[in-house]
């Protein structure tokens, strides 16, 4: 079946703009996650979905970052102006299994490259 | 609180030859997973293996297995037989099981090279 898709994959800005970034995770799928993966680093996490709501959004780095998930499926990550420094590549990925000691492996997307100019 | 931390910001290996990549944690959750993931060049993260905190054996999938030594907080990635396809940063991940917080937290990662 399909995996997680992303769109766009690349996204170049100009300081000060808004951007959106969407993530299309594998169908059935409850939970929903964002990470965000700078230049050499691993990914940081932002913000986790079960279902239609933000349950952990701890990972926003401020208010101008962020996400929902109104129908409980796709997700859209929303930056208001956007800092060079929110240069990465964001990445989500989904999950079936959401709680207890059981093996609940997240399936990653090809990520978006967002530039900031 | 939890922590990951990849020591080796690169390493070498030839072909066909075993390679350890190692990971040491930190975490105050009682019950939590250890997951190892592949990025190659193209950016995509693959997963390679899991290992449960309490589970006795070790972890393996094909050429990969997982040394876990709870009692020291490592959890180091053997891959026996590299090939050159190996070649990518690899990343060491954990998440707790009980905690809010389902998202995976990630160490800096270790780029892997396989030489002919």
């Known amino acids: 079946g399909a995996g997680v898709s992303q769109t766009p994959s690349n996204k170049v800005t100009e300081k000060g703009k808004y951007v959106e970034l969407r993530c299309d995770p594998i169908?059935?799928?409850?939970?929903l996650y964002w990470y965000r993966q700078s230049l050499g680093q691993g990914p940081e996490f932002l913000i986790y979905f079960q279902g239609t709501g933000a349950a952990d959004d701890s990972g926003l780095p401020n208010d101008r970052f962020f996400a929902v998930r109104p129908e409980g499926s796709v997700s859209t990550l929303k930056i208001q102006r956007t800092e060079r420094g929110d240069s990465a590549v964001y990445l989500c990925?989904?999950?079936?299994?959401?709680?207890?000691?059981?093996?609940?492996?997240?399936?990653f997307g090809p990520g978006t490259r967002l530039t900031v100019l | 609180a939890q922590k990951i931390t990849q020591t080796q910001p690169g390493m070498f290996v030839q072909e066909k030859e075993a390679v350890t990549l190692d990971c040491t944690y930190d975490t105050s959750d009682p019950s939590y997973g250890l997951f190892w993931y592949k990025q190659p060049s193209s950016g995509e993260m693959i997963f390679l293996i899991y290992q449960g905190s309490y589970d006795q054996q070790n972890a393996t999938e094909g050429r990969y297995s997982l040394n876990f030594q709870k009692a020291r907080k490592s959890a180091n990635l053997v891959i026996s037989a590299s090939q050159l396809g190996d070649s990518a940063m690899y990343f060491c991940a954990m998440r707790g099981d009980f905690t809010g917080r389902r998202a995976l937290t990630f160490g800096s990662g270790t780029r892997l090279q396989v030489q002919p």
């Open positions: 990925a989904s999950s079936s299994k959401t709680s207890g000691p059981s093996y609940n492996e997240q399936f």
């Open positions: 169908s059935g799928h409850t939970a």
